[in-house]
């Protein structure tokens, strides 16, 4: 093959794809335009015929995961009913979209804040886990869920279940649980815990 | 003050908390023993004084955190009692461990497995991890845990949730939280969850 023709086979979205599994890999920092064009296997040049460089890259990884993530908050199932449905719901959508976006999700959960763009996927982050703990405040405040917990904890302890799964599920037949046994997992334990009464 | 005099005032656990720090900010891998001897002001000649290389200090750094949380599994309150209990009693120990060791934890936790010792440190994790399942197993046996979530993930979301204290908390009175409201949260979300009755 042609560097042509391999050229011709690469799109924003699978160029995308490639350079954030190299930003998973060396870390955003540690990764040079360089590195991207020997693993997608194109030429620097025609790298930044798609992307101004390499913060474009990471600006279009992040914003996938948190426009995955801020979308769960405007489906039906996170703005109707009580506050303790609407966070289950929530915990359960935020599951499965980590499952299904692993890479771009895994990135901005490494994300750390050197640069404009890490910053502000920093910022979103905060937006939306302030959104959940508004959630959670108001759950406690209906009686449903324990108050005992101060809800920006909660959150965090919340998301750190969540994200965890980042560390150990891969979405392959052969995985050694599916993601739907996963997202039920989750949601039992976060909100009936592991003790039966 | 004088290089010697500097080199005077490094024990071998003051060097090992200063590389640790290192450690977790470059990453084992992209840590020289250049960068060691100038986070600790002293030769890298001093620095072979102590120890033979990066790889042991990365195994006393590692052993540490290892010893804390396998040395959990032999108290007494991890050994006597109903499984259940003595699992509710890991997972609190297990938390405080983490906070106590923080640094040395968080680089257990972020050890990926390029050299023997990340190898060996990962097989303890896993080792560590097989004896949490265990009693989780056992406590299910005894209907005292819910027996709906496999055993293995359940440890896999408890510890993931364990495990991302690490990632926000800082032993300082200024913290947002207090170690033992930390501990108390965890327990409480994993065993009895966030829904009340």
Redesign the interface.
Known sequence: MTSTAKRDTYTPESLLAVAVEVFIER?YD?TSMEHLSKAAGISKSSIYHHVRGKEELLHRAVSRALNGLFGVLDEEGAREGRA?DR??YVTRRSTEVLMADLPYVTLLLRVRGNTDTERWAMERRRQFDHRVALL?TQ?AAD????S???A???T??????I???S??YRPTARG??SGA??A???V??????????
């Open positions: 870390g540690g303790v966070l289950e959670l759950a009686g449903d869920i324990r005992d917990v101060d920006r904890l909660a965090r302890l919340l998301f750190g279940m994200n965890s799964v560390e150990w050694p649980h046994e996963v039920d997992a989750v039992a334990m976060a909100f009936a815990g592991l003790r039966l009464p």
